[in-house]
């Protein structure tokens, strides 16, 4: 019972975020001086498409109503048509999301095999020489802009030894029959290797950072100190009680590194030219297509507030003392 | 066996509230990796200052050789550029000098922003509990539902970009963290004996909170501030690098940009684009190592 | 008296703080005989939990055995290798923590960690283990059921239950007890400790009980050691120490606690003061500063003095131990401290 209840607040204040930030998306390119969603009734429209987009924005009612059409076209999915594709920007998203997940989803899975590892290793090393001297150099990978970590890896990698291509996702040239058929090409994943690289390389310290100090007071319960006398052996000891106890908190925290993970997807994918939402996000906002800006922006948004509750249904799930109340 | 048992309330002499605050802040000098980070601080705040008199050249000025050609792309220390020009023939040592007058003023302000708001909502919604924790603690949550750095591009693209709409949005976001763990602390102290018999005591909600819980909550908003300070400058730097930012100042994420749309990156010219970045690193890092003795100081558990 | 299953001897254990060294355990001397309830007792701080640690050479990181011996089974513990010692812990030698919460692994069920030791360390096979488990849960009394549990799901007192079954499992010679029933409530802690007396003698295995409170150990045990400050003050039989407490610190302790049967025994007495600081212990007899007996000559070190077959006393006066004890039974001789 207690259980429900808590998930019912929990949906609750899900469906209360959705709606607070729908309406944050609507006042932001409503209201903004200047009236942004004047600009996108384009002098190059013809006359009809200018009536027609009048009448879907009900752009000659007053706030309250747009607001209640904008609300309307949500539910439906309809987040307008993009001003520069010409295209609805649904299907452009629909494009473009599946290249923003997959390096992503990439780069976090190596960031985090590595920081579990290394930090389980340097909580076990504490003191020695290696720990004192990793410890600062993690804290300067997270202080690195991303994007510019993307620059020196290109500027080495593809302009100076030339090992890997510069931007995109595939060679000009080459055509894919199908999803599949490119995400699993050469061409594709030597494509890949440098962004997802740089985001891994900047997000390796979170998971790092908070396994060592997990750890370090994991290693000091009584549990560990009762596998020890139990006489189990030490990587026993090690792993399966130590690093399994520590583990929760981190695999919590892959959740919400996803979400800020898709923020930061912002400026590496520009610097990759990287054909991903994050990139489209700036060109929209910088050629003004706003309903592609507003429609990114949407799906990014939805990305980080799914992933809140998903740490929170994961931590749930994988600690027995909640899910075995 | 028989333990010596504490008195119930312990009310030990107070000094005077500005020394109490100071001394509340608790900086960690005996850290050695925080004094290094307090050190970086100050000799860039010193770079700052005097950077009229440290900069060789005007760092927007177009400038030429002395055999009259336009002084673009040159190596460093040809021609007397200490660190070369940019394409558009500029002075970069120049630039990075100034660059860390935004840097500075950006991180310190949005810092100073983030957790003063953040806070004052935290201790509200803690001391004040109910319906306004309830209704703080929402927002807190919708401010964690919106991703920032697309929040912070769009509000910089539609008002006019400058350094303090980046400074603004970044503190409309901001917030949430330093609130959440401010609202948790005061929580705890709420608690404890002497708030307890200050109330008891008739003293006015505002008294409890100036005297007995802002003083032990400082350290706390002064940690997450540190770390705001690191946001702030690579936030900066990614809006700059996007080309949404301040076109009025030269800040190192302005540099960046300017370099990587020159081609830089093809050109080699690793003395434009890595120092901009190293300049940027040194600052946010030293803003973690100064946190990191903090939470040797704030979170013992974690020091070995 | 047959062989003694473990003999400590002189054991010494120190730890590092800072630069300093702290002598936790200074040369504690007892012997544990087969099949035997023996209570460790002392204030918190007199080393009685370092000894029974260093019994399992699982100490913490800054201490270290300094010397002396512990002979268990004709090997001494102090300087076989780690492996050796590994070999042993557990099969031999089984320990019951203080708060069985914070001593099973929150993350696995009680299968799972009973399971961990009867297969890890005792080599049986799956099928072999789920008998055992359910055959040790039976001996300490929770429904088979609640084998799938885990930890949090159960209460204090089935939590230290677990924690007998845990340590009974691999039919091991000698359990430490280090405060078992400490956290749990006087109904529940004779429960506890019942079900412990019962199994001890139903199976023979010999019990160290480390406790505080010396009406636990009047409760269950067969022996007992007094330590005071990193050395036995006193040891013997349960009936010695009862009737006859020859050290001026065991006369005191037996004031200050109340009788677990319930039998009001007057009124309780604390001892004065408070143990030394170990990183520089007073010169002597370190329970010089409390004692209400304390001569001149308690400055110096104190010999060991059986007054009975099996009773050594650590005292200048453990000759004069009748007359003392007749003053100790009043509650004036402990209030004006000497």
């Known amino acids: ?24 998306l609507f006042l932001m390119f409503r209201l903004m001086p200047g009236n942004p969603m004047a600009a996108y009734i384009d002098p190059t429209f013809t006359l009809e498409q200018q009536q027609q987009l009048m009448a879907q924005f009900g752009l000659d009612k007053p706030l309250w109503h747009q607001y209640l059409i904008y609300l309307g076209n949500l539910l439906q999915g309809e987040l307008g048509q993009s001003f520069r594709y010409r295209e609805p920007v649904g299907q452009r998203i629909w494009i473009l999301l599946p290249n923003t997940l997959i390096l992503t989803f990439s780069s976090l899975i190596v960031a985090y095999v590595f920081g579990i590892l290394a930090g389980a290793y340097l909580a076990w090393r504490r003191g020695s020489w290696v720990e004192q001297a990793a410890i600062p150099l993690v804290l300067t990978t997270r202080a690195m802009p991303e994007f510019w970590l993307g620059m020196v890896m290109l500027a080495i990698f593809s302009f100076s030894l030339g090992w890997l291509p510069a931007g995109g996702t595939r060679a000009p040239g080459n055509e894919y029959s199908g999803f599949l058929d490119l995400y699993t090409s050469r061409d594709f994943l030597a494509h890949l290797a440098l962004p997802a690289a740089t985001l891994a390389i900047y997000s390796q310290g979170l998971p790092l950072l908070l396994m060592r100090s997990n750890m370090l007071d994991v290693m000091k319960e009584d549990f560990v100190t009762m596998a020890r006398i139990k006489g189990l052996s030490n990587w026993t000891v090690v792993v399966r009680h130590a690093a399994r106890n520590a583990l929760l908190p981190v695999m919590t925290s892959f959740a919400i590194a996803v979400g800020y993970q898709l923020q930061g997807n912002v400026v590496v994918e520009s610097v990759f030219s990287w054909p991903g939402l994050g990139r489209e996000l700036v060109n929209a906002v910088a050629a003004s297509d706003y309903p592609l800006a507003q429609g990114a922006f949407l799906m990014i948004a939805l990305v980080v507030i799914f992933m809140n509750l998903a740490a929170d249904l994961l931590y749930a799930f994988l600690d027995p003392r909640i899910s075995h109340a | 066996m028989p333990e010596i048992a504490a008195p119930a309330i312990i009310k030990p002499r107070r000094p005077h509230i500005i020394a109490r605050m100071f001394r509340a802040l608790r900086l960690p000098m005996n850290d050695p990796f925080a004094v290094a980070g307090l050190l970086i601080y100050l000799v860039f705040i010193v770079v700052a200052v005097f950077a009229d008199q440290i900069a060789t050249h005007d760092p927007t000025e177009i400038l030429y050789t002395p055999a009259y050609d336009l002084a673009a792309d040159l190596r460093p220390g040809q021609d007397g550029f200490i660190m070369g ?38 201790l509200v919604a803690g001391y004040f509990g109910r319906w306004v924790d309830a209704i703080l603690m929402r927002l807190a949550d919708i401010a964690f539902g919106i991703p920032f750095l697309p929040f912070v591009i769009v509000l910089a693209a539609f008002l006019r970009p400058s350094i303090w709409n980046v400074v603004i949005a970044m503190a409309l976001v901001l917030w949430r963290d330093t609130a959440r763990v401010i609202r948790s602390q005061v929580l705890t102290l709420r608690t404890r004996g002497y708030v307890e018999a200050a109330r008891v005591a008739g003293s006015s909600d505002f008294k409890i909170i100036l005297r007995h819980i802002a003083p032990n909550i400082l350290p706390l908003s002064f940690l997450y501030g540190s770390i705001a300070i690191g946001w702030a400058i690579l936030t900066e730097a990614s809006i700059s690098f996007l080309g949404f930012g301040d076109p009025n100042s030269i800040s190192w994420g302005y540099m960046l940009q300017d370099a990587f749309a020159s081609q830089a990156l093809a050109k080699q010219a690793f003395y434009w684009f890595v120092p901009p970045g190293i300049c940027i690193i040194l600052v946010v890092s030293a803003g973690f190592f100064i946190t990191r003795g903090y939470e040797n100081i704030l979170f013992p558990k974690l020091s070995r | 008296m047959s062989e003694p299953l473990l003999s400590v001897r002189d054991l010494r254990v120190s730890y590092q703080v800072g630069r300093n060294f702290v002598h936790a355990v200074d040369g504690a001397s007892f012997d544990i005989p087969r099949g035997s309830i023996t209570g460790l007792v002392g204030e918190s701080g007199c080393g009685k939990t370092t000894v029974a640690r260093a019994l399992t050479r699982v100490i913490a990181e800054n201490a270290a055995i300094t010397g002396g011996q512990i002979l268990f089974d004709g090997k001494d513990l102090a300087k076989i290798p780690e492996k050796e010692m590994n070999a042993l812990r557990w099969r031999d030698i089984a320990f019951i923590p203080q708060s069985a919460m914070n001593s099973l692994d929150p993350v696995y069920t009680v299968e799972y960690q009973l399971d961990e030791v009867l297969r890890r360390r005792g080599g049986l096979g799956r099928k072999q283990s789920r008998a055992r488990s359910e055959e040790l849960f039976e001996m300490v009394g929770i429904d088979v059921n609640r084998l799938n549990d885990y930890p949090h799901q159960f209460s204090g007192g089935m939590r230290q239950r677990v924690a007998i079954a845990l340590a009974l499992a691999l039919d091991p010679k000698l359990i430490i007890a280090d405060e078992p029933v400490t956290a749990l409530d006087v109904i529940v802690q004779r429960q506890i400790l019942d079900q412990l007396k019962e199994l001890q003698t139903r199976l023979g295995v010999s019990v160290i009980l480390v406790t ?14 007094v330590m005071y400050a990193g050395k036995v003050a006193e040891s013997g039989t349960m009936q010695a120490a009862l009737t006859a407490p020859s050290h001026p610190y065991t006369m005191g302790l037996r004031n200050a606690f109340p009788d677990l049967q319930g039998a009001a025994s007057g009124i309780l007495t604390p001892i004065e003061g408070a143990p030394p600081n170990l990183a520089s212990p007073p010169a002597g007899c370190r329970f010089k500063p409390r004692c209400p007996f304390a001569l001149d000559i308690c400055g110096t070190e104190p010999p060991v003095i059986d007054v009975a077959p099996d009773h050594p006393v650590l005292c200048h006066r453990a000759n004069e131990s009748a007359a003392l004890r007749i003053e100790a039974a009043k509650t004036e001789t402990w209030m004006a401290p000497a």
């Open chain 1, 1 to 24: 019972m207690k259980n429900f209840k808590a998930v019912g607040s929990r949906l609750l204040q899900l469906a209360l975020v959705l709606w607070a930030v729908v309406t944050i």
């Open chain 3, 212 to 225: 505080h409170d010396i009406s636990v150990v009047a409760y269950i045990c067969d022996r007992t050691v």
């Open chain 2, 85 to 122: 020009t940019t394409s558009l023939g500029r002075d970069i040592f120049s630039q990075l000098v100034y660059g860390s007058r935004s840097a500075l003023l950006i991180g310190i302000t949005a810092a100073f922003m983030v957790a003063l708001i953040g806070s004052i909502i935290g």
